[in-house]
């Protein structure tokens, strides 16, 4: 199919012969340089880019499957204690706060696995509420109980609690880098950027399936950043991405600063699936805060995941770390999935399918 779309470029007289040397590159499996990424991410002629998005389907199909994998979220505490300056729900910031009680949070995962996704993932800020023994239980409980992947997204924790961790039953962590521009990265977040980059790296070398990713249209990002967060995946071994645009928030350092660009973002999932053939990659949230629409736009330029949320209603509405933040809501989303022509998996198809007959809701 990459071959096929290869040759295809190749043949095109409108095509700029950079742009058929990158493709050439991408079906030899080579490497693709900063310089070629920052070419393609600043595509802007409407055939070119359709190409650009062509090309990285086909190589998706290629490399993972045409099916669209659904995993389930559970947003299970809004505390944090960091201060990133983008986030709705940073220390400083006055918003309803929240815990799930341990049992609470097993108890929906159980509930979750019932509707067939891939993974169960949990995400809270960076709660110290929730002790090393405490996630270690909570993990053990879900994994005994559902036989499912389980994924963390719980912040910066030592390496010896990620040692924990696995153990317990979690076999995917999700740190983004945000960016790997030290300077932009402390803009946002702080002083620890040498600490993060050190534990997403000791979470490759743990043997997760570690996530990386990176907020597109951060103050003062340019394309060669990433470019940069590109490859910095790809060498250290990155196999999910967690990429979506900056959206701003009200009551944050950030809240009048302009939105991220979703055709930059589109391009950024082109790039990584083009840099990295077997990353798992979601089409996020936030690029379907801006448009529903994009989020299953994005499920046609490279990504194959996409996040159901699953964190119970009376607590959903309060994980706020972006504006307007959309609900993305199990049964239509498979209904517009299918509506799409995706392949879902057979377990998800039956959950949904007996869940149309019941009137359900997640």
Known sequence: MTFEKVNEILAREDIPEDFKKIA????????LSKREIVYLLKIADPIEKSELFELADALRKDKVGEMVLVKGIIEFSNYCKKNCTYCGIRVSNKVRRYRMKPDEIVKRAREVSEFG???IILQSGED?????????????KIKNATKKPISLSIGERSVEEFKLFKE??????LLKQESVNPRVFKNVHGEDYERRISLLKSLVSLGYVTGGG?????????????????????????????????????GTPLEKYPRGSADITLKTYACTR???????????????????????????VGCNVIMVNFTPQKYKRNYVIYDNKRDVEFYQTVRELLERNKKLSPLVLKAAMEGHKKGGTT
Do not use: C, H, W
């Open 168 to 173: 317990a039953g979690a076999s995917k962590y």
């Open 24 to 31: 050439k590159k991408v079906v030899r499996e080579e490497k």
């Open 274 to 300: 083009l840099a990295i053939p077997t990353i798992l990659m979601p089409s996020t949230t936030a690029l379907g805060t801006i448009d529903p629409m994009l989020q299953y736009e994005g499920l046609e």
């Open 128 to 140: 110290p509420f929730y002790t090393t023994e405490t996630i270690v239980d909570i993990v053990r």
């Open 214 to 250: 990176n907020i597109i249209g951060l103050p003062g990002q340019t394309l060669e950043d990433i470019a940069d967060d590109i490859i910095f995946m790809r060498d250290i071994g990155v196999q999910m991405a967690g990429i979506g645009p900056f959206i701003p928030t009200k």
């Open 117 to 119: 996704v891939d993974t």
